[in-house]
Nanobody
Framework: QVQLVESGGGLVQAGGSLRLSCAAS????????MGWFRQALGKEREFVAA????????SYADSVKGRFTISRENDKNTLYLQMNSLKPEDTGVYYC?????????????????WGQGTQVTVSS
C-alpha cells in the first residue's frame, strides 16, 4: 500500500505556471505507475497525465499536451506535474494516483491509490 499527499496548488492568472508535487510513503514508490487526474466542479474526473515506473514513458491528455510535464524522482518518492500556460479551463482539484502495474494508463479505474487532491484555480 502507498499513501499519497499532493501539494503546490493555488490561485494563478491565465498564462501563469504552477508545479504540483505528490509525496508518496509506504511501499516502494518505484513499484508504481503514476498518474495525475483532475476534477472540475460539476464534472467527472478526467485524465491529465501518466508516467511509467521508471519515468521512461509518459502520456498526456490532448488538452494539456505541450503545456504540462509529468515527471518523477524515485529516490525522493515524489511525483511532479509542471503546468505552464495555464488556462481557466485547467481549474479543478488535481489528484495523483498510483497503480502497481507496468506501462501507463489513462483510466482512473485502473489506479488503486489516490491522494486527497489539491485545488488549482486559474483566473482569466
Amino acid at each position: 500500500q502507498v499513501q499519497l499527499v499532493e501539494s503546490g496548488g493555488g490561485l494563478v492568472q491565465a498564462g501563469g505556471s504552477l508545479r504540483l508535487s505528490c509525496a508518496a510513503s509506504g511501499r516502494t514508490f518505484s513499484s508504481y505507475g503514476m498518474g495525475w487526474f483532475r476534477q472540475a466542479l460539476g464534472k467527472e474526473r478526467e485524465f491529465v497525465a501518466a508516467i511509467t515506473r521508471s519515468g521512461g514513458t509518459t502520456s498526456y491528455a490532448d488538452s494539456v499536451k505541450g503545456r504540462f510535464t509529468i515527471s518523477r524522482e524515485n529516490d525522493k518518492n515524489t511525483l511532479y506535474l509542471q503546468m505552464n500556460s495555464l488556462k481557466p479551463e485547467d481549474t479543478g482539484v488535481y489528484y495523483c494516483a498510483a497503480r502497481p502495474r507496468y506501462g501507463v494508463s489513462t483510466y482512473s479505474a485502473e489506479y488503486f491509490y489516490w491522494g486527497q487532491g489539491t485545488q488549482v484555480t486559474v483566473s482569466s
